[in-house]
């Protein structure tokens, strides 16, 4: 037996004990037996503990399960499954027949795709691990010229993977690995066909990891024909990060919008605001309004070309651009730390929409606050997210909720959820009691449904995981 084969089958056996029982210590990442290469990185990234989707997922993963994992950006989930996969392709290194990848991650935009790739980047950069990006909106020259010599990890959005494999540039049939990251994003944006078009293209024989926030029938029934015996992990959102989520509604006329914006953002409580509006359209003219007023302020959305999107970001992380407004799309998978304030100009239609947007702040431990403004016409779309969240939104108190529009005037009754049931009152506040606290843990999604494996690590609080 070599060496490098006895040193693997030691440490799957420690990774096989690693179940969640008291013998085996997931407070750390050596207690998962991966190789010393990536420790090394994870110790250098001041990763000091693995976050309870790593703790259910990372095991799983090394004994070549599939897994199906409901989780959603902030939870840890891109090393969840990066790292045993590195830890793989470490452990069984084999020569490249070029034009092809081992591992194939499939992300519904190019941000997140970007930040995936990334991420095995740094996590494997003591490794010979070679990683490729291939999403739309830049040139794909240079994406053709990564992947003629072949490449371990090959991170893609649907579109451009699929003109890569008709044009040649890449083939699918040596992928020994599928993820599909934010299976619940590729549908609302079409990608379905365009998914089990690939699916079609690789090996019988494989590996495949999928992570969803959210689990409608469509994406249970597209999991059950990718995955063969799947375990399944679920984890709420840090608990922490709702908790410290100030949410505020303005009721206010459409017309009012723009006026209210302005002030909101000239408020020195703001140090940096992500703006949601619905639409790309609706994105560009909110920003050009508050550029005319005097606030800073850039775009993000689809029609922004990949070197827009990519400075304007970059310019929002490092401090230079403080207002960022953006369309629920380009926004998902942006990891900024720092944002303080979550503005939702135009309410999403999609109630889920709501919980991703205001997830974007209190990211890393830090307080945030999530303000809404919403019209008469807004009004269902409010109902559905506290229904969703099963908790009332207080009312800027400078704004009362109007009436519904189907009651007569004159005759307002207090707001009832269309169940008939009042709203639980909503009560955010750090100091309020833990039973009065509102917890997106209880948005019924998100709960954890399908624990394969159970114990205290799930429920560990962010700030025992976070960077130092
Ligand atoms: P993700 O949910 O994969 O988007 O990760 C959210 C953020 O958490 C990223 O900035 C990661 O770098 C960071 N992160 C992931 N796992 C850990 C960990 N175990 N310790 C500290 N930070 C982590």
Not at 197 to 217: D, G
Request: aromatic letters at 4%.
């Amino acid at each position: 037996m070599s060496r490098a084969t006895r040193d693997t089958s030691a440490r799957r056996e420690r990774a096989g004990a690693c179940r969640l029982t008291d013998d085996c210590n997931l407070n750390s990442f050596h207690g998962f037996g991966l190789a010393e290469p990536i420790t090394r990185a994870l110790a250098e990234e001041r990763y000091d503990a693995p976050t309870p989707i790593q703790v259910e997922t990372i095991p799983l993963v090394l004994r070549r399960r599939d897994v199906v994992g409901i989780a959603q950006t902030g939870t840890g989930k891109t090393a969840a499954f990066a790292l045993p996969i590195l830890d793989h392709i470490s452990a069984n290194p084999q020569p490249s027949p070029g034009k092809a990848c081992r591992v194939l991650v499939l992300s519904p935009t190019r941000e997140l795709s970007a930040q995936i790739a990334d991420s095995f980047r740094i996590y494997g950069r003591h490794l010979r691990v070679r990683v490729a990006l291939a999403i739309g909106g830049v040139p794909i020259g240079p994406q053709i010229r990564a992947l003629a010599r072949g490449v371990e990890i090959l991170v893609a959005t649907p579109g451009r993977l699929l003109d890569l494999v008709g044009t040649g540039a890449v083939s699918l049939d040596r992928a020994e690995v599928l993820v599909l990251d934010e299976a619940d994003r590729m549908l609302d944006m079409g990608f379905i066909h365009d998914i089990r078009r690939i699916v079609a293209r690789l090996p019988k024989h494989r590996q495949n990891l999928f992570f969803s926030a959210t689990m409608p029938p469509a994406i249970a029934e597209l999991a059950r024909e990718i995955l063969h015996n799947p375990a399944k992990v679920a984890v709420a959102p840090p608990a922490s990060t709702a908790e410290r989520i100030e949410q505020r509604i303005v009721h206010l006329q459409a017309s009012a919008k723009p006026a209210a914006l302005a002030e909101i953002l000239r408020g020195g409580a703001v140090e940096r605001a992500l703006v949601f509006t619905r639409t790309k359209h609706g994105a560009d003219k909110v920003t050009r309004m508050l550029v005319k007023s005097g606030i800073g302020a850039e775009a993000i959305h689809g029609n922004k070309s990949q070197n827009q999107r990519g400075r304007v970001l970059a310019a929002f992380r490092d401090g230079h651009l403080r207002i960022l407004v953006a369309t629920d799309i380009a926004a998902r998978g942006i990891d900024v730390e720092g944002i303080t304030h979550v503005i939702n100009y135009d309410l999403p239609n999609e109630p889920e929409s709501y919980v991703h947007r205001i997830g974007r702040t209190a990211r890393a431990g830090a307080a945030g606050t999530a303000i809404s403004l919403c019209s008469a016409e807004e009004l269902p779309h409010l109902r559905a997210i506290e229904k969703l969240i099963r908790a009332a939104i207080p009312a800027d108190p400078q704004s009362a909720r109007p009436a519904p529009a189907s009651q007569p005037r004159g005759k307002a009754r207090p707001y009832q959820h269309r169940s008939g049931a009042p709203p639980r009152p909503h009560a955010p506040r750090r100091d309020a009691p833990a039973s009065a606290r509102h917890e997106l843990a209880t948005v019924p999604f998100l709960q954890p449904k399908h624990r394969e494996q159970s114990g205290p690590s799930a429920r560990r609080p962010r700030k025992q995981w976070r960077r130092a």
